[in-house]
């Protein structure tokens, strides 16, 4: 059973508007999310967490929501760039132990 | 951040045989972790690696089938045997870091079983 769900396989942008990037978990007792960015043949880049304790985290263009009542996080990109073209996996872990639950990525295309 | 290499970073194996996937840390870490991306899917913990002790496995995944080894706390082996196509995956070796709460992950390794 998937415990962490990215419903859009794939996302396409203009340059320079804003990617919003969904993840929905079912686990109540994940309390620490993350954000990775992957390329082709690379390995998955750390992009930005958020703690339970929080609703939202930013750095630099990216932010990071999360509203813990629906399960939900969000991942928002302002503005996007071509070089953010990438696959991006959201990733949960229980307050318990130090396993990440990841969803199955969304595939974001900016567009010059 | 952690600096991870993994070897080989692909291979094309026959059915049957085993490979063995080496990955190394430029830092000691605690915890290592191996996890496998199958075509379309999400990543999947095989096991964490302990130092001085057996690998904890994650359901589904057993010791026979995907030997582990962590002789110290930069270097870790994972070993996927008696190969057969299914196990082909991008295999990806990871390293927690508490200080930064975060976990890094290598490059990948590509497996294509034949």
């Known amino acids: 059973d998937q415990q962490v769900k990215q419903n859009s396989p794939s996302l396409s942008v203009q340059e320079g508007r804003i990617s919003i990037l969904n993840c929905d978990y079912t686990?109540?007792?994940?309390?620490?999310f993350l954000w990775y960015k992957k390329y082709p043949a690379e390995g998955p880049t750390f992009l930005i967490s958020?703690?339970?304790?929080?609703d939202k985290n930013e750095d630099g263009r990216f932010t990071v929501f999360l509203n813990k009542s629906a399960k939900h996080l969000s991942l928002h990109i302002v503005p996007s760039q071509p070089g953010d073209s990438a696959v991006y996996f959201c990733?949960?872990?229980?307050?318990?132990?130090?396993?990440?639950?990841f969803g199955t990525g969304t595939s974001l295309t900016v567009i010059p | 951040s952690a600096v991870i290499s993994q070897k080989p970073s692909r291979d094309i194996c026959q059915r049957g045989t085993s490979l063995t996937i080496q990955c190394q840390v430029d830092?000691?870490?605690?915890?290592m972790f191996w996890y496998r991306q199958q075509p379309g899917q999400s990543l999947t913990l095989i096991a964490t690696?302990?130092?001085?002790?057996?690998?904890?496995?994650e359901s589904g995944f057993v010791i026979d089938k995907f030997p582990i080894s962590r002789p110290n706390l930069t270097f870790s082996t994972l070993t996927v045997s008696n190969m057969s196509p299914e196990d082909s995956s991008i295999y990806l070796c990871?390293?927690?870091?508490?200080?930064?709460?975060?976990?890094?992950f290598g490059p990948g390794t590509r497996l294509l079983v034949l």
């Open positions: 990871s390293v927690w870091q508490g200080a930064r709460e975060t976990q890094y």
């Open positions: 686990n109540s007792m994940f309390d620490y």
């Open positions: 958020i703690s339970s304790i929080k």
């Open positions: 990733a949960a872990r229980e307050n318990t132990g130090n396993q990440f639950y």
């Open positions: 830092s000691q870490v605690t915890m």
């Open positions: 690696a302990n130092q001085g002790s057996e690998a904890t496995y």
